[in-house]
Nanobody, 114 residues
Framework: QVHLVESGGGLVQPGGSLRLSCAAS????????MGWDRQAPGKQRELVAI???????NYLDSVKGRFSISIDNDKNTVYLQMNRLKPEDTAVYYC????????WGQGTQVTVSS
């Protein structure tokens, strides 16, 4: 199983920014894509953003124009830059990995509140 370590979550005011990172480790895997899910209290998990190893991206409609995903293939690390954050963005954000082994990280809490 691939090991995913997320970081960068925290408390931020509406309109603020956070940058999440996720490093994948475990030599016995091939990376095809990485991304981020989120799950807010009382709601189902949803895919926020995804990027493949050649840089193609896709985003949840509600975050388009505010969030940007990027990947460092050499470091097996994905980043999510979140700008103009809204209270509705409050959720646990989970790193996701697709490849020889697929799965999710343990999550990092993002709270947007004044």
């Amino acid at each position: 199983q691939v090991h995913l370590v997320e970081s960068g979550g925290g408390l931020v005011q509406p309109g603020g920014s956070l940058r999440l990172s996720c490093a994948a480790s475990g030599s016995a895997f091939n990376m095809n894509a990485m991304g981020w899910d989120r799950q807010a209290p009382g709601k189902q998990r949803e895919l926020v953003a995804i990027i493949n190893t050649v840089g193609n991206t896709n985003y949840l409609d509600s975050v388009k124009g505010r969030f940007s995903i990027s990947i460092d293939n050499d470091k097996n690390t994905v980043y999510l830059q979140m700008n103009r954050l809204k209270p509705e963005d409050t959720a646990v954000y989970y790193c996701r990995f697709w490849g020889g082994s697929s799965g999710w990280g343990q999550g990092t809490q993002v709270t947007v509140s004044s």
